[in-house]
């Protein structure tokens, strides 16, 4: 992406920790407002180390650069967090025994989760990585789109990121959409084969019952069949839908930080630059500059950190309880009471009511 850098304006050390944007000699490229357009082709060299090249701070694209990073951002840490759900989920799978669930449910929901999401991440990495500044940048977003509307279709060179992209993309839509049937039919039926191989071995021994009994018997089975149906049909729609929705959702985390970054050059522009920019020391400007400090600090404290700290409390919140909780946790087991001495000495009172009795 091509940076517009203001040369004048910024009292910013870019070369702290160094740059990897070079400067052009050419004084042509130079405007009258003393800004340069810097073109990744000439003016850029190998990708910064760690975090932001501090020259996107005196460029006046930082927040579409900004934009782009930090939804980037935001997905990845959402695939972090649900991959961790699933596995928590696999826990409790062992911990209670349930080898079918481990392998038609947690296996599948994992490879379902890694071939889409996962993929994506791998294609931000990717081209984080290896795609070269100097060439046209294809799009992660139209890569992702057309791996499934335009499903084993030619790449075009412009939009190409690694070679082999289209047939692995191809691999993978099929895998995942192999996983949606393991999901949804494989333990429902083995479930049943295993209650039909039981049945068979009750009718055997139980000849002589009534038939009123086996046919109570029969529609009991049946009903319980058909729950278990639309159960895993529910489970496996939810998440299904769910790794798209839940991975949109994480771009909250893009939209708060976006939120903070704005107020904050706000309050800066609108108090202290502006306080710093018109000091006159000899008319007693420090005094302006205290009462600009002030309401600066004011405003820091009620809107930055209060009213912004709990909306990002709350989003965090909401991000844990929907999109986390929901690959592992249940709610059931039995409700939880504290010791009580109290609800001991009432349940021996009713215990000798009923003795009595």
């Known amino acids: 992406c091509h940076m517009t850098a203001m040369m004048r304006s910024s009292g910013i050390n870019a070369e702290y920790g160094g740059s990897s944007w070079r400067m052009p000699n050419d004084t042509t490229v130079y405007t009258s407002d003393d ?34 990073y930090k939804m980037k951002m935001a997905v990845i840490l959402g695939l972090c967090q649900m991959t961790f759900g699933l ?19 947690f296996v599948p929901q994992l490879i379902f989760l890694q071939c889409i999401i996962g993929y994506m991440c791998f294609l931000i990495f990717y081209k984080w990585l290896f795609i070269d500044a100097g060439r046209d940048q294809p799009s992660i977003m139209l890569a992702m789109i057309d791996m499934f509307l335009s499903f084993g279709s030619d790449i075009e060179e412009s939009d190409l990121i690694y070679e082999g992209q289209k047939y692995i993309q191809m691999i993978l839509v099929v895998v995942a959409l192999v996983m949606v049937p393991i999901m949804f039919a494989a333990k429902p039926l083995i479930e049943a084969y ?49 790794v798209i929705s839940n991975t ?32 006159d020391w000899d008319k007693g400007g420090f005094v302006l500059l205290f009462l600009v400090w002030a309401f600066w600090a004011v405003l820091t404290v009620t809107i930055l950190l209060c009213m912004e700290g709990l909306s990002a409390f709350l989003h965090a919140l909401r991000l844990h309880w ?36």
């Open 87 to 105: 596995f928590l989920s696999l826990i409790n799978y062992k911990y209670f025994g349930k080898t079918l669930d481990i392998w038609f449910t």
């Open 322 to 357: 929907v999109e986390f909780q929901n690959k592992f946790y249940g709610g059931d087991g039995f409700k939880f009471l504290p010791f009580s001495f109290s609800l001991i000495l009432e349940n021996e009172e009713n215990l000798e009511e009923i003795s009595n009795i």
């Open 35 to 68: 800004t340069v357009t810097l073109d990744p082709k000439y003016d850029y060299s190998d990708p910064y180390f760690y975090g932001i090249d501090p020259m996107w701070i005196m460029s006046d694209n930082l927040l579409t650069f900004m934009n782009s």
């Open 248 to 279: 949109a959702s994480y771009l909250r985390l893009w939209a708060l930080s976006l939120a903070h970054s704005e107020l904050s050059t706000v309050l800066w522009d609108m108090t202290l630059y502006y306080g710093f920019s018109s000091l």
């Open 194 to 242: 295993g209650k039909s191989q039981d049945t068979a071995e009750y009718e055997a021994l139980s000849y002589d019952s009534d038939d009123d009994e086996m046919v109570q018997r029969e529609r009991h089975e049946a009903q319980a069949r058909l729950d278990m149906w639309v159960h895993q049909a529910i489970h496996t729609i939810e998440f299904c839908l769910g």
